[in-house]
């Protein structure tokens, strides 16, 4: 089965995406372009930027915290890295 072609819309929002220097809250303008180009117009897709991001950071922090817990009880020497991908998570640049 051929894959269709994104819908007008879609590719607009992609490269609306694509083309943002970088979005607010550190999460990657390939990063949100991905997941509209994969997952499209799922009921669990924000259809607007901002609700977008915060679901994107949401996730990384979900992720952070993971690592943060995985490092602390496994190699806690190495605990500052994901510490740093949590503060610039909650406190960007």
Same mark, same amino acid.
């Given at each position: ?9 879609k590719?607009? &929002?992609?490269?609306?995406? #694509?083309?943002q220097? #970088?979005?607010?809250?550190?999460? #990657? =303008? =390939? ?11 799922? #009921?669990?897709v ?33 605990? &500052?890295?994901?510490? &740093? ?6 406190a960007?640049?």
């Amino acid at each position: 089965m051929a894959a269709s072609k994104p819908s007008v819309a879609k590719r607009r &929002r992609i490269k609306k995406l #694509s083309d943002q220097p #970088s979005c607010s809250t550190g999460t #990657s =303008p =390939p990063v949100a372009a991905a997941v509209v180009t994969t997952a499209g117009s799922a #009921s669990w897709v924000p259809q607007n930027q901002e609700d977008l991001e915060l679901q994107l950071t949401t996730m990384l922090l979900e992720k952070a915290l993971y690592e943060l817990r995985y490092e602390l009880n496994l190699r806690p020497d190495w605990v &500052r890295i994901p510490l &740093r991908g949590i503060l610039d998570l909650v406190a960007p640049a």
